[in-house]
């Protein structure tokens, strides 16, 4: 089971604007974009930035398109878009 398996599980998590939000959402929705920044760009969100702490904590392998590929399986998998959202 990976970290991030692990804290959705446990529901441990911050409040964003006033919302509770678990950090393994938190996390993934960093990741998406620190990710494609790391990937398209070839610039890493921080100093401290790490990929090998990206592919252990979601339980991927693989380096550049392959990696983000991978990562954006769980992403989707993880995320809800509602499209049936009616502006009245």
């Not at 100093?47 to 693989?62: D, L, P, T």
């Amino acid at each position: 089971m990976t970290r991030f398996e692990l804290d959705q599980k446990t529901g441990n998590g911050t409040q964003v604007n006033g919302t509770p939000m678990k950090w393994s959402m938190w996390n993934l929705i960093v990741t998406k974009r620190d990710l494609n920044l790391w990937v398209k760009l070839g610039m890493k969100p921080n100093r401290n930035w790490k990929v090998s702490q990206v592919k252990e904590y979601f339980g991927i392998k693989g380096s550049g398109e392959v990696l983000l590929e991978r990562f954006m399986v769980i992403y989707n998998e993880n995320t809800i878009h509602n499209t049936n959202i009616k502006n009245d």
